[in-house]
């Protein structure tokens, strides 16, 4: 390059934040000590959010019988036994840790996010902000779904099947067990949190530039085919529930279809805006 041109070029590869990230850099030894220093701040964390939740884990299980109680028309004619002296005990052990988890996924998520925030460019940094607040909030979407709709739908068409006892004909009744109950109300609201995922997945893979509007569009036929199938494999062998999870991810999948449209237009925009080129 000729050292009296007047607009030399910039340095090639140059990203914004690469110095800040340039000054950043450590040993390994001490990305190894951070990386300790994360995992015990998370780790306690879940641990003493454990504890609250094993606190309050009978008032967490009422409240997800409600759903039950809706369907049956009142705590009265909601019934749950056990059949095991300590099934209680250990199902209150499992919402704890759920209830654990689930409250510590902030700080989790804050201390890996701190942990490799160094690492990434400025504007890496600002596009992975809004999944920390985006995951947690459409995994209690999920969650929404399956007591609001999806378990009183179940339970409903549970208690239907019960028959009442005539001559000749045996009385069958519905008596679940706590544990069941809690294995059938976990496993939905997992299936649910994870599915509704699908905008938050869907729109970091536009932002990668893997996926695209328009293949989005064009594949809306397959998507159509490979959500009921996870819907099946997700979610109880009943119709109702593979329906309560299908219907909402399709409608996700089209929310997803504009989602990824804004983050074309947002990333097309500077090179709109750009000065015209000199004639």
Same mark, same amino acid.
């Given at each position: 390059?000729?050292?009296?041109?007047?607009?030399?070029?910039?340095?090639?590869?140059?990203?914004?934040?690469?110095?800040?990230?340039?000054?950043?850099?450590?040993?390994?030894?001490?990305?190894?000590?951070?990386?300790?220093?994360?995992?015990?701040?998370?780790?306690?964390?879940?641990?003493?959010?454990?504890?609250?939740?094993?606190?309050?884990?009978?008032?967490?299980?009422?409240?997800?019988?409600?759903?039950?109680?809706?369907?049956?028309?009142?705590?009265?004619?909601?019934?749950?036994? &056990?059949?095991?002296?300590?099934?209680?005990?250990?199902?209150?052990?499992?919402?704890?840790?759920?209830?654990?988890?689930?409250?510590?996924?902030?700080?989790?998520?804050?201390?890996?996010?701190?942990?490799?925030?160094?690492?990434? &460019?400025?504007?890496?940094?600002?596009?992975?902000?809004?999944?920390?607040?985006?995951?947690?909030?459409?995994?209690?979407?999920?969650?929404?779904?399956?007591?609001?709709?999806?378990?009183?739908?179940?339970?409903?068409?549970?208690?239907?099947?019960?028959?009442?006892?005539?001559?000749?004909?045996?009385?069958?009744?519905?008596?679940?067990?706590?544990?069941? &109950?809690?294995?059938?109300?976990?496993?939905?609201?997992?299936?649910?949190?994870?599915?509704?995922?699908?905008?938050?997945?869907?729109?970091?893979?536009?932002?990668?530039?893997?996926?695209?509007?328009?293949?989005?569009?064009?594949?809306?036929?397959?998507?159509?085919?490979?959500?009921?199938?996870?819907?099946?494999?997700?979610?109880?062998?009943?119709?109702?529930?593979?329906?309560?999870?299908?219907?909402?991810?399709?409608?996700?999948?089209?929310?997803?279809?504009?989602?990824?449209?804004?983050?074309?237009?947002?990333?097309?925009?500077?090179?709109?805006?750009?000065?015209?080129?000199?004639?």
């Amino acid at each position: 390059m000729n050292a009296l041109d007047p607009n030399p070029l910039p340095a090639p590869d140059h990203r914004p934040g690469q110095d800040e990230i340039e000054a950043s850099r450590a040993p390994l030894i001490e990305h190894l000590i951070e990386l300790r220093s994360r995992i015990i701040k998370a780790l306690a964390a879940f641990i003493v959010l454990t504890f609250v939740s094993f606190a309050m884990a009978k008032y967490v299980y009422s409240l997800l019988v409600m759903p039950y109680v809706w369907a049956a028309g009142g705590p009265e004619k909601a019934p749950l036994i &056990y059949t095991h002296p300590l099934e209680y005990f250990f199902v209150q052990l499992k919402l704890a840790v759920f209830g654990g988890a689930f409250l510590a996924f902030p700080v989790i998520a804050v201390q890996l996010y701190k942990f490799v925030a160094p690492g990434l &460019y400025k504007d890496e940094r600002d596009a992975f902000r809004p999944y920390l607040i985006a995951t947690p909030l459409f995994f209690l979407l999920g969650t929404a779904m399956v007591m609001l709709v999806a378990m009183p739908l179940l339970m409903k068409f549970s208690l239907a099947m019960q028959q009442a006892g005539t001559e000749g004909v045996a009385s069958i009744s519905l008596l679940p067990k706590v544990d069941d &109950y809690l294995s059938l109300i976990m496993t939905l609201i997992f299936a649910f949190g994870i599915t509704f995922q699908l905008p938050v997945v869907l729109t970091l893979l536009a932002r990668i530039g893997l996926i695209d509007s328009q293949f989005l569009k064009d594949k809306r036929r397959y998507a159509i085919v490979i959500v009921f199938v996870i819907a099946a494999i997700f979610t109880p062998p009943d119709i109702i529930s593979q329906f309560a999870l299908a219907i909402p991810t399709l409608l996700l999948y089209e929310l997803a279809i504009f989602a990824v449209r804004f983050v074309e237009k947002k990333q097309e925009k500077p090179e709109g805006t750009g000065a015209a080129p000199a004639a």
